[in-house]
């Protein structure tokens, strides 16, 4: 089994769609959750950090449960600048590397 | 710039030869990760270095795999006699430390490696 699991997509909305991504860990001694985002040949960049309490960023709600070890991405009112590959990334502060899920890939069309 | 700098961009060698590739972290950052993703996969950890030591090389595929960094600075992945299964885009990135508070890796655009 893989320490990260995402639902591999491909997810495909039309523009004002709200979609939702779902990520599993394995390891309840993880310490912190992000969202980072992949265009197509490009390098990954954080999109948002995931908090206990959940946390919104405009259009982006992000949520930890960690009693299931599950983290959510929530788009609300997609743009067609959304499509992108999103990907699940969890810290374990022993182990000292951030491992990260396959991604999650939304198209966004007209 | 100011972000992680790697090179070569783009690198197509033959079967059998030796690669290097580098990655120039961002300066002050005392972590730096090396990852690899396959077309149309996800990230494969390979190494991470805190300063110029290695705490984790369990990702590295085989003995044909090597990292060093120098300086604190500069990193350097050798892999010998490349195989065709080593054909990926090689992923360094950056932190202010490791492991990290705010957990933001920065990457570099990556190395493209084509084995033929």
């Known amino acids: 089994r893989k320490e990260v699991e995402q639902d591999p997509g491909p997810f495909n909305v039309p523009e004002g769609a709200t979609v939702a991504f779902n990520c599993t860990y394995s390891n309840s001694a993880s310490q912190s959750f992000f969202w980072y985002r992949q265009d197509c040949r490009k390098e990954p960049k954080l999109l948002m950090s995931?908090?206990?309490s959940g946390n919104e960023d405009g259009r982006f709600t992000a949520q930890l449960n960690r009693a299931s070890q599950y983290i959510s991405l929530l788009i609300r009112d997609s743009k067609l600048s959304d499509s992108a590959t999103y990907l699940c990334?969890?810290?374990?502060?022993?182990?000292?590397?951030?491992?990260f899920g396959d991604g999650t890939t939304l198209t966004v069309k007209p | 710039g100011a972000g992680v700098s790697q090179s070569p961009s783009n690198k197509v060698t033959e079967k059998g030869k030796d690669v290097e590739l580098r990655c120039d972290p961002i300066s002050g950052h005392t972590a730096l990760y090396w990852y690899r993703q396959s077309l149309g996969q996800g990230l494969e950890f390979l190494i991470y270095f805190q300063g110029n030591s290695a705490p984790d090389k369990s990702g590295l595929p085989s003995d044909r795999f090597s990292a060093e960094r120098t300086g604190g600075s500069v990193s350097t992945l050798t892999i010998q006699r490349t195989q065709q299964e080593d054909s990926a885009v090689y992923l360094c990135?950056?932190?202010?430390?490791?492991?990290?508070?705010?957990?933001?890796?920065?990457f570099g655009e990556g190395s493209r490696l084509t084995v033929l």
């Open positions: 995931v908090y206990s």
């Open positions: 990334v969890v810290n374990t502060w022993n182990a000292g590397k951030s491992t």
């Open positions: 990135a950056s932190s202010l430390y490791a492991p990290s508070n705010t957990g933001e890796l920065f």
